[in-house]
């Protein structure tokens, strides 16, 4: 039997998917968490169950990518039961879809949740009127909680029922869906469907588009305003019969200070900058701790076991590269996913998305754009893939051009180990301040030479909610996992090909023909070059290659400051590890992967070289 | 009323020989041009005068000043409208129609016409020419982007039609009543619809026309 949950961003169907099979899936407090479909299986008193967790949605009709998941969904017969996920505090403007959803006359089941939140301002809803309205059971709860969520498994096996609710479209589009039923012999979905310009068959689609005209013309609005009119009055009718208001408790209205520019713009800078130094502060202190740790209870014992140079070289990069995944993975992205989840569930993410908007803009993006840019400070690799979020090419181009640009932990790392150590705090905050210039001047390059439309920011605030310490960790826990799975293996393959070069004397080759360009245009000698070369494969091997091929932990001794400060900024400019360029590929396509990575070596060698006039 | 009548009247000619580039008529002229003897017209053009609608120039031709420029071009707009309205859409002679709207230009209300403008000109989810007209009393269409933090208003028409199906399906459609609850100047909004806040890009509440009633 296969379930799918289906309702509008933010009303918590993750959560109930979550309760329901006990898979992980991220939830957030904004709005397009789910992006794919995500499939779990439960087991109920011997009857198999799949739940599939669909994208939410605000309709069926529209041609966003989330949309025509949903749709293709429904309009498969795929789902024995559809299961539509309310929030009670929104009644009217959720029963839109779930009105969409009924036309398809399928055995449904609605979930009337965040009854809490509803209840706590204020709003009653008499849920045996609503169902005996809509002619499917309605079972009230509070998913976060777990409130009642036990009794939704027995529902959908005895008692999903198809509904009997029907909106009332205007005549003219009731006449013009009967005469495509009968000409065309047409399903009614499929009807007003084509009467909306969605039909496959061309003669299908002339037919009502000729009668869409014909509408269009009488009413002097387009047949989708219409019809969408039509639900909304009788989603409107529906809550105005079950929904009770009563004063509402009324708390401080802390938007007023959240998204007002004064102090609201001060306040959001102050939180990214507060978490990104938090970040920078605590992965330091932990990253020194668990290299520490592994060095001594995993390196020094196996180099002490004398075996075989080959053998020992492969191990000795495998630990490397676990031992730089850990050293990033935890202290940096970790600390910095747990910060993010709580701007997320707090709902404060979707104000920062308001305030950054018009920013935003100049660079060829809008507010929503925030997110991928927010998250490149963690990891380049799940940023890019959150591009998803905006709408269109030219967004999603421009967001992951800059977001490749921002520095993530592994750049960190360098930027704190490098410059941070060896030159001092302020020049560590020069480098970002260079970085940022350069992402603000590639953006505003950007939205003037990248074809495309615009596509403005239509963003549901999330209501500001307390965030749950469980949730918090437990997203976290997901994306670092997600994080690890793509990562990982990634970091093996590149440090034990780094460790056979060594082995086999290709470094040395190399650094022999790189050695005049290195020498002129950077100043820096032959090794740092190939330091960098292998900071592709991940960011911060640049540094411990340095380290491995000065051969000393203490750079200052071997480098002069301009060097390590070039060394710093070329690194942390130039060519995205190898790990972003494949996430780039996919998202984005092979060819603007590639100028991507082109356009990113030439501003590294750029900046190195003017650098290196400056300082020397 | 009589009276009122041939005020605007007279208005509404001085207005068009002025915006068509004529020379200034005399009330010999103008006379011609209402139909009316030129006695008949005097006692109004004093009165005009004194009101300051009006000025005679030392030559006796005579010149309409800011405000009744201002009324002239209304008038005259009032007529345009409900000309088009008669020959275009009711399928009147061009004749019969101008006649009708001459006598129906100076009783018809400011919000009438104005709908019946938008009536006229307004292509289905699209509209034009709006800006610059909303001259109402106490009755005004407005981009969302225009409207004040705290407004309640009613959406009259969405006008983009690629975002437009979006806003459709959040509530922001003809009819819905919605409240700005914030906006940052030049930032975009924040507007409850149906219980839910939504924050729209400025390029994007520029585009979903509202009026404000009463």
Not at chain 1, 170 to 183: V, W
Not at chain 1, 303 to 330: D, R
């Amino acid at each position: 039997m296969k379930v799918g949950l289906i309702g509008n961003p933010n009303v918590g169907k993750s959560v109930i998917f979550h309760q329901l099979t006990g898979i992980g899936v991220e939830v957030s407090n904004y709005p397009g968490t789910t992006i794919n479909r995500q499939y779990g299986t439960t087991c109920f008193q011997k009857a198999i169950i799949e739940f599939i967790d669909l994208p939410g949605t605000y309709s069926l009709e529209g041609d966003s990518e989330e949309e025509k998941i949903v749709r293709s969904f429904v309009e498969s017969d795929e789902a024995d039961v559809i299961v539509a996920v309310l929030d009670a505090g929104r009644l009217e403007r959720n029963l839109y879809l779930t009105l969409q959803v009924s036309e398809y006359r399928k055995p449904m089941l609605v979930i009337l949740n965040m009854m809490d939140e509803a209840e706590k301002s204020g709003i009653q809803v008499d849920t045996a009127q609503l169902s005996s309205i809509l002619g499917v059971e309605v079972i009230p709860t509070v998913a976060i909680q777990g409130k009642n969520t036990g009794s939704i498994i027995p529902a959908i096996l005895s008692s999903s029922r198809v509904p009997v609710v029907k909106v009332l479209y205007d005549h003219h589009i009731e006449a013009a869906i009967k005469s495509l039923k009968t000409i065309h012999n047409l399903e009614w979905v499929d009807a007003i469907h084509a009467l909306q310009g969605q039909a496959e068959d061309a003669d299908i689609r002339e037919a009502a588009t000729a009668l869409s005209e014909e509408i269009e013309r009488m009413h002097r609005m387009t047949v989708a305003q219409i019809i969408a009119g039509n639900r909304h009055h009788c989603a409107e009718h529906i809550a105005n019969e079950v929904v009770h208001f009563q004063s509402p408790e009324r708390g401080p209205d802390i938007d007023r200070l959240l998204t007002t520019r004064i102090p609201g713009i001060p306040i959001l800078a102050a939180i990214l900058i507060g978490i990104l130094l938090t970040v920078f502060v605590i992965g330091s202190w932990l990253e020194e701790a668990i290299v520490t740790l592994i060095n001594t209870f995993v390196m020094q014992p196996f180099l002490a076991a004398g075996l075989p140079p080959l053998a020992e070289q492969i191990g000795v990069s495998l630990i490397l590269a676990i031992q730089a995944g850990f050293g990033i993975a935890f202290p940096f992205i970790f600390t910095f996913y747990l910060f993010i989840a709580l701007l997320e569930d707090s709902g404060y993410l979707t104000r920062a998305a308001f305030l950054a908007d018009r920013t935003l803009h100049r660079f060829g993006m809008h507010g929503q754009g925030i997110i991928p840019l927010v998250l490149g400070f963690g990891c380049n690799v799940p940023a890019i893939m959150s591009v998803k979020l905006l709408r269109t090419k030219r967004e999603r181009l421009i967001a992951s051009f800059l977001v490749t640009l921002v520095p993530c932990s592994a750049r960190t790392v360098i930027i704190a180990g490098l410059v941070a150590a060896f030159i001092g705090l302020a020049a560590a905050m020069s480098v970002y301040l260079l970085v940022t210039i350069v992402i603000l001047a590639t953006g505003l390059i950007l939205s003037r030479v990248t074809p495309g439309d615009q596509y403005g920011m239509i963003l549901e605030m999330s209501p500001l909610r307390r965030p749950t310490l469980k949730n918090v960790l437990l997203k976290s826990w997901l994306r670092i996992r997600e994080f690890l799975l793509i990562a990982m293996p990634l970091l093996i393959i590149a440090s034990i090909i780094l460790g056979l070069f060594q082995y086999f004397g290709l470094i040395a080759a190399f650094e022999e023909f790189i050695a005049p360009f290195s020498e002129t245009v950077l100043g820096l000698p032959s090794y740092a070059t190939t330091a960098l070369l292998f900071g592709i494969l991940r960011k911060e091997m640049a540094l411990e290659t340095l380290i491995i091929l000065a051969g000393t932990a203490d750079l200052g001794s071997v480098l002069t400051m301009a060097q390590i400060y070039i060394f710093a900024v070329v690194s942390v400019l130039f060519v995205p590890c190898i790990a972003t360029i494949a996430v780039l590929k996919k998202e984005i396509g092979t060819r603007m992967a590639l100028v991507i990575s082109a356009y990113t070596l030439v501003v590294g060698l750029l900046a190195g070289a003017i650098l290196n006039i400056l300082l020397s | 009323m009589e009276t009122t009548s041939l005020r605007e009247d007279i208005l509404e000619t001085l207005y068009k020989f002025q915006s068509s580039g004529r020379a200034a008529p005399v009330a010999e002229d103008l006379a011609t041009a209402l139909g009316k003897e030129p006695g008949e017209l005097r006692p109004v053009l004093a009165l005009l005068e004194k009101e300051g609608d009006l000025v005679p120039n030392p030559d006796g031709t005579l010149s309409l000043t800011t405000s009744g420029t201002e009324t002239g071009g209304r008038v005259m707009r009032k007529h345009r409208i409900l000309e088009c309205f008669f020959s275009e859409m009711l399928g009147m002679s061009p004749d019969t129609a101008s006649e009708e709207a001459c006598t129906l230009e100076h009783g018809v209300s400011d919000e009438a016409i104005e709908r019946l403008g938008r009536y006229i000109q307004g292509k289905p989810g699209r509209g034009t020419g709006l800006r610059g007209i909303r001259r109402g009393k106490g009755w005004q269409t407005l981009t969302l982007l225009e409207a004040e933090e705290g407004d309640t208003l009613t959406v009259s028409c969405v006008r983009c039609r690629g975002p437009g199906v979006r806003l459709n399906d959040l509530g922001l459609f003809p009819g819905t009543e919605v409240k700005v609850v914030r906006k940052i100047s030049g930032n975009g909004v924040v507007v409850r619809v149906k219980d839910c806040d939504i924050a729209l890009s400025p390029e994007i509440a520029a585009f979903v026309l509202v009026e404000r009633t009463g």
